[in-house]
């Protein structure tokens, strides 16, 4: 399989780790293939009990290498040169034990000190039992490896091999795993070179008193992953967030901030911006006053708040005079969801909605995935079930695209 274009193909080194979604790999190397990159295999002893050399090799077209001291391959190769004759290494599936391994710089097989001598950037995949992924220890080895700036996609959430286990746990699927590498293979610039994004992220927080707040479910996941992909396509970054548990994505400049007052006043200071994405979730009202001492139960019953509205960040940039080209809001609706996105559309004067069902039942409030319908003058188009991260590449995508048709 060629490169599409004269620019020498892109190599990756695959580690196929021990796990049921192993298959997956087998489709993601396919479609790897059909992009133009050129994949090599390491197959780990547990992942060969799960999918055989013979296949891998097939659908990689290359010689697939398991042992670290095997005569030949080192005579051929050699671990050292498997490490670093590619421009990107990914583990696919990373079990819990792997991710320690990697954590812990253990180098015990082929795979493991490959790993640890590489000087190239590397993309896991985690694939495991939900309470195995969510054990410190693990959530601990994880950390470590993004701290030393190994990328990391997934895991998903849904059923498990195990008979009655579901969580978050599942390997993401097949076209995810091939668009984060080719994300990650992507040459610069990025398509979003030289371009300023502003976004908005998570929920706000209105004081009532000292120790007390309206607020909303909102963790923010979608707006710092939009944030994030943005970085990664080139564009200088600033993001306004509210509260919320998430590290600050690389790359991004963020304003840290707590009400809607505040987060308007950071937006019109970021401005100029070559695009907006307002993906917070803004609180509709506050207290006419916040009371200066915490409110004490006095018998007479609950205080009376009286509520005003915060002010309409989405429509005050769309009709500022230092508008950005280009304003995307976001429509977290529990019903009659495209109904509420178009009539928000209208009303906002921005140019594109991005609207989604946040009912308790879907899951999108605080989970790891969404599924999205795009809102605009010209439509709706609906995207499917896919990964936070996922929406946030499509989206910045096609964020590009329009401003690249603008300029």
């Not at 509210?242 to 590290?247: A, S």
């Amino acid at each position: 399989m060629s490169a599409t274009s004269s620019a020498p193909a892109k190599r990756v080194l695959l580690v196929i780790g021990g796990g049921i979604s192993a298959y997956k790999v087998l489709e993601a190397i396919r479609r790897l293939r059909e992009r133009g990159v050129l994949v090599r295999c390491i197959l780990t002893r547990a992942g060969a009990e799960f999918v055989t050399p013979l296949t891998v090799g097939t659908l990689s077209a290359e010689r697939v290498f398991s042992e670290l001291f095997d005569l030949t391959d080192e005579h051929d190769v050699g671990h050292i040169k498997l490490a670093r004759d590619c421009d990107l290494v990914v583990v696919a599936p990373a079990t819990a034990d792997f991710i320690a391994k990697m954590a812990l710089g253990l180098a015990n097989d082929l795979a493991s000190t490959a790993l640890l001598a590489t000087d190239r950037p590397i993309l896991i995949v985690p694939a495991m039992n939900p309470s195995m992924w969510a054990h410190p220890a693990t959530q601990a080895n994880v950390a470590t490896l993004k701290a030393r700036g190994v990328a990391v996609l997934g895991p998903a959430m849904g059923a498990m091999a195990e008979r009655g286990e579901s969580g978050l746990g599942r390997m993401v699927e097949p076209p995810e795993i091939v668009e984060a590498v080719m994300a990650q293979l992507a040459p610069e610039p990025g398509p979003l070179k030289g371009r300023h994004i502003l976004v908005t992220s998570g929920p706000t927080r209105e004081p009532i008193d000292p120790v007390r707040y309206i607020a909303n479910h909102s963790s923010g996941k979608q707006g710092h992953a939009i944030a994030a992909a943005a970085a990664a396509a080139g564009a200088r970054v600033t993001l306004v967030s509210g509260p919320v548990r998430l590290d600050d994505p690389d790359g991004v400049d963020v304003v840290h901030i707590e009400t809607a007052r505040e987060m308007l006043a950071a937006c019109e200071a970021a401005l100029p911006a070559d695009a907006a994405v307002f993906a917070a979730a803004v609180a509709d009202w506050r207290v006419a006053r916040d009371a200066g001492q915490k409110i004490k139960k006095t018998g007479d019953g609950p205080p009376a708040l009286a509520l005003v509205e915060n002010p309409d960040i989405l429509a005050t940039i769309s009709r500022s005079i230092s508008r950005p080209p280009l304003v995307i809001g976001f429509a977290a609706e529990t019903e009659h969801v495209l109904d509420h996105a178009k009539a928000k559309l209208k009303r906002k004067g921005c140019d594109l909605i991005v609207a989604n069902d946040v009912s308790p039942e879907s899951g999108v409030m605080g989970g790891e995935r969404n599924r999205v319908h795009l809102v605009s003058a010209a439509g709706v188009e609906s995207w499917p079930d896919l990964s936070k991260d996922e929406v946030a590449r499509r989206l910045v995508a096609r964020i590009a695209a329009q401003l690249g048709e603008g300029a």
